[in-house]
């Protein structure tokens, strides 16, 4: 798992990202395991949106914009934190 994805922390996504979770779920065609929770979900858009397929990368965006949305904001916003950054 990336290093990006394991300093994310959950209950953050739970309480922030439930709302999106629950909007966009049902309208998800390309897997159907990413819709069993949140976090799944999370995970699930997250590869497919930096998938290098760019067909992948347009469905997901179109099935998902929120999400996608979601987490491109915590991307662009992200700051490591110092105890999990190389010596």
Do not use: H, W
């Amino acid at each position: 798992m990336p290093r990006f994805a394991k300093n994310i922390d959950s209950t953050y996504i739970e309480e922030e990202f439930s709302e999106i979770y629950e909007e966009e779920k049902d309208k998800i065609t390309i897997e159907d395991y990413i819709k069993i929770d949140s976090e799944e979900f999370f995970a699930g858009i997250f590869g497919y949106l930096y998938s290098p397929y760019p067909q992948i990368r347009e469905q997901i965006q179109r099935e998902a914009p929120k999400t996608c949305e979601f987490i491109k904001n915590l991307v662009e916003n992200y700051q490591p934190d110092e105890s999990t950054e190389a010596a």
